[in-house]
């Protein structure tokens, strides 16, 4: 093996990603703190990380899409980059044998390397808000085309955003349940609780009901 072949298999990545999903308690992480419960998690099932370079050197992780503190998740999407290859059946075996209670890695898949990232591949979301009379606010406020303007607060700035073309679909399962499908992702992505704002704002639901509202992403849609 010539010095380029060598260089070249030593700094090869092995992508694989992960499908996880998260609840009690572990729906209380904020996104920083599920970053470093995985990254405790992988070094203690030995998996071979790939390593960021510079004075900092971290695990080379991308979240799809960062999950907010108290919601819940059914197949969330997680990149990892290894050093080398490895079984995906035995890289699912031993992160679930070394995760806290709460998270659970459902599939380990081996991906190619892509030079756009898995966080800017997001392209929608589909979720489940439960709270009392959700659907009859839904049925009163999304049945019609008029615009949602609703009060958005970014780096401490407030806006007011209509988030009426951020749905892409919605239906309800029972008087308190509500399935949505929006968009998301870096350029367009819509809150949850913006949608429960608005109901509130609207008058249609109370804002005790959207303070204990349950939030479960059920899935991310890549482009």
């Given at each position: 093996m010539n ?17 996880f ?5 572990a ?5 920083l703190?599920?970053m470093?419960?995985f990254?405790?998690?992988l070094r203690?099932?030995?998996i ?9 050197p971290r695990p080379?992780?991308?979240?799809a899409?960062?999950i907010s503190v ?5 197949a969330d999407?997680?990149d990892v980059?290894?050093s ?9 075996r031993?992160?679930n044998s070394?995760?806290?209670?709460g998270?659970s ?6 991906v190619e390397q892509?030079r756009d990232s898995?966080?800017s591949?997001?392209d929608?979301?589909e979720?489940l808000?439960?709270?009392?009379n959700?659907?009859?606010a839904?049925?009163v406020?999304l ?7 609703t009060e958005?607060?970014r780096?401490g ?11 892409l679909?919605w239906k309800?399962h029972?008087?308190d349940?509500l399935y949505?499908?929006?968009l998301?992702?870096s350029s367009?992505?819509l809150?949850?609780?913006l949608l429960l704002k608005h ?13 204990d509202?349950a ?7 890549l482009?």
């Amino acid at each position: 093996m010539n010095k380029n072949e060598s260089e070249a298999q030593s700094a090869a990545v092995f992508v694989y990603r992960l499908v996880f999903g998260r609840e009690e308690p572990a729906i209380w992480l904020g996104h920083l703190d599920m970053m470093r419960t995985f990254e405790r998690s992988l070094r203690r099932a030995k998996i071979p990380l790939a390593w960021s370079h510079g004075y900092n050197p971290r695990p080379q992780m991308v979240f799809a899409l960062p999950i907010s503190v108290g919601m819940a998740a059914r197949a969330d999407l997680l990149d990892v980059s290894c050093s080398e290859p490895i079984d995906p059946a035995d890289f699912l075996r031993r992160i679930n044998s070394n995760l806290p209670a709460g998270i659970s890695v459902s599939e380990c898949i081996a991906v190619e390397q892509s030079r756009d990232s898995l966080m800017s591949m997001v392209d929608q979301a589909e979720y489940l808000l439960e709270a009392e009379n959700i659907c009859m606010a839904a049925e009163v406020v999304l049945s019609g085309n008029e615009p949602m303007f609703t009060e958005k607060v970014r780096k401490g700035k407030t806006s007011s955003v209509d988030i009426r073309p951020l749905i892409l679909e919605w239906k309800c399962h029972q008087q308190d349940s509500l399935y949505i499908r929006v968009l998301a992702g870096s350029s367009s992505n819509l809150r949850p609780d913006l949608l429960l704002k608005h109901f509130v704002d609207q008058g249609k639901i109370a804002q005790l009901s959207a303070d204990d509202a349950a939030i479960i992403r059920l899935k991310l849609r890549l482009k």
